[in-house]
């Protein structure tokens, strides 16, 4: 009977973009067993409702996390605008599905970045956040933040993006989706790559849609769930389908995140081409007095926010369920069988997100 | 071959030389809609209390008797809402960020504003009212 | 391309609750989180689940020490809301399948989330 060691991973790690610790259960380099923790961040921004009225706690939900910021302010506001009767005009959804795009974009390149230093690649890291910068400068030139943008608020847009701003934009669009084909190419068809990732941390089409996975790690093992079909913002409008594969394994993975790369640079054109003229927002007259369950599709999955007013400026209850908390069930369920140096690639094929879980 | 794919970026790396900045002896990046710090203006400050009332953290802080501004910089998120909200446009964005320091920063400005003198009501009179206009403070 | 999405809530009992469960699972339901209003005196609890885009809602009333039975029985994922609940807000669960007993979330305040338990007390700084 070979012997068990418990092998502590994180909360300190250089692969790990923010700190969660699991306990690793190891029999002899290989992992049979997987307990997670977490709570090192938890910055209690549930109860900040309390403090800071409904209007302004948009500022709050924005920074829950500083790589889905856009889409926190974006489900914010979507649930108060709903629990309060208010229309957004069209031209602040086509901005919203703008700003909303580039932040898919700039995280899938952070994560790719990511992804190749867990694996030792650096080179490919490197080259993955210079093309990450690009679209860091677009949104300082569309908003004032790089990380932070301000702009989505209750009501509508706090800003507008001018027409020549647009066309440029729209050219800049062919000579960057042609960098990020050359960089995906290396990811899905490089063979060291191909080799390291190929049938680990596999998980089943049911095992997946039994334990409550979203995002791309739902949709790279089958299950065609992206809510970005249910049709919020612009997207109604604008065409496009969810990207499914069936491996399962982080190879699978991998290849979801870079196909939506190509089609995030589809839509954000799509959105550019066609944005009507009209109105930024529009005024915010009275109190939220109800509830609501604001769904959208982050980077790393569904993002729901779970909003109660009772008619004062202050809400009663702000809960927020970011995608990394409902994917720690599957991470528990792929790892054992893997050896102890490929845990940090299969951490990382999730896209933990850990100052969203702990809020 | 399938393991040299990335050869050629390598190779147009070399030749392209750094894609970073040496910030901070190069200055960083900026452009017109940079959200760096608030400054304002005082005279044309007329202590209205609109960007104390719209600051989300709590940051801006006006004594309307001793004619005093005062901002928090260490609270302040420069969202840009006091700007946006201030209805003389005393308050603009500058797209430095604040430097790092070592305590605690609260920055008072003197209000400076002088309201002016309400001209006569009578408009028949050809200038014989000749109230001084704009004493200093 | 739009999808119709409704949002519907039903209230349940305690004893009910793990049955009501069971038939959503049995019907191809997803479960899609389990969050926690405190509301004064009681607790609500409210269990999400999903199946195609319409959401449905389960909605328990409980007093503060009243015990919960787990649904991790039926769904292998809920550990991780159940214990959450458990560390902020102080609700007893029974049974849950990974049970950390309050390690998971590790705070500086035992349930900070719960201000009946507290006794009401409000956010401190601003």
């Keep these: 009977m070979p012997e068990r060691i418990v092998v502590p991973f994180g909360p300190q790690h250089p692969v790990l973009p923010e700190p969660i610790h699991l306990d690793l259960v190891l029999e002899d380099e290989r992992v049979v067993d997987v307990v997670p923790s977490i709570g090192y961040i938890h910055r209690g921004l549930e109860r900040l409702i309390e403090k800071r009225e409904f209007t302004e706690y948009v500022y709050v939900a924005e920074r829950i996390c500083g790589i889905c910021s856009f889409m926190h302010a974006l489900c914010y506001s979507q649930g108060i605008e709903h629990i309060m009767g208010i229309e957004v005009p069209d031209r602040a959804k086509y901005l919203r599905t703008i700003w909303s795009e580039c932040s898919r974009l700039h995280s899938h390149l952070l994560w790719l970045g990511l992804f190749a230093d867990g694996m030792g690649f650096e080179n490919l890291f490197m080259r993955s956040w210079q093309l990450r910068e690009s679209v860091l400068d677009t949104l300082e030139d569309t908003t004032g933040g790089r990380v932070i943008q301000g702009t989505c608020k209750v009501g509508g847009v706090r800003r507008d993006i001018g027409q020549e701003k647009l066309d440029e934009m729209h050219r800049a669009l062919d000579p960057f989706e042609e960098q990020c084909r050359d960089l995906g190419d290396i990811f899905l068809n490089d063979e060291t790559v191909k080799y390291r990732l190929q049938g680990l941390g596999v998980i089943s089409k049911d095992d997946a849609y039994a334990l409550g996975a979203v995002g791309p790690t739902a949709r790279a093992s089958g299950v065609p769930i992206d809510h970005r079909e249910t049709g919020y913002a612009a997207y109604g409008d604008l065409n496009f389908k969810p990207i499914v594969e069936t491996a399962g394994d982080c190879y699978a993975r991998c290849v979801v995140r870079v196909k939506e790369i190509y089609a995030s640079i589809d839509l954000i054109r799509q959105a550019v081409s066609e944005m009507p003229e009209g109105p930024l927002d529009v005024k915010v007259k009275g109190t939220p007095d109800g509830e609501y369950f604001s769904r959208v599709e982050q980077p790393r999955g569904e993002v729901i926010h779970y909003l109660r007013g009772n008619g004062t400026k202050h809400l009663t209850r702000a809960r927020i369920r970011t995608p990394t908390l409902a994917n720690i069930p599957p991470l528990v369920k792929m790892l054992p069988g893997a050896q102890l140096a490929d845990v940090p690639v299969v951490v990382l094929s999730i896209d933990p997100c850990i100052s969203c879980t702990e809020r | 071959m399938g393991i040299f794919r990335m050869t050629k970026t390598v190779l147009r790396n070399l030749a392209g030389g750094p894609a970073t900045r040496q910030y901070p002896a190069v200055p960083a990046r900026r452009c017109p809609l940079t959200r760096g710090h608030v400054a304002i203006d005082p005279a044309t400050c007329r202590s209205c209390g609109l960007c104390s009332r719209r600051c989300p953290c709590e940051a801006i802080r006006l004594d309307k008797e001793e004619k005093v501004w005062e901002i928090d910089r260490m609270r302040c998120i420069a969202c840009g809402d006091c700007v946006e909200g201030c209805p003389f446009g005393s308050l603009t964005m500058e797209q430095d960020y604040f430097s790092p320091v070592t305590e605690h920063v609260v920055e008072r400005y003197t209000i400076t504003y002088v309201k002016p003198e309400k001209p006569a009501k009578k408009p028949a009179e050809e200038g014989a009212k000749e109230e001084g206009v704009g004493e200093s403070a | ?126």
């Design chain 3, 1 to 126: 391309m739009t999808v119709n999405e409704e949002q519907t809530t039903i209230s349940v009992a305690l004893d009910d609750l793990v049955r009501e469960v069971e038939t959503l699972r049995t019907d191809g339901y997803r479960l899609v989180q389990i969050g926690c209003t405190d509301t004064g005196g009681a607790y609500e609890i409210n269990y999400s689940f999903d199946k195609g885009y319409q959401y449905r809602n389960l909605r328990l009333t409980v007093g503060p020490e009243t015990e919960v039975p787990s649904v991790s029985g039926v769904y292998w994922g809920a550990f991780v809301y159940e214990n959450e609940m458990h560390d902020l807000f102080g609700i007893p669960v029974a049974g849950i399948n990974i049970d950390f007993k309050g390690t998971f979330i590790r705070t500086a305040e035992k349930y900070p989330f719960s201000v009946t338990r507290s006794g009401g007390d409000r956010c401190r700084n601003a």
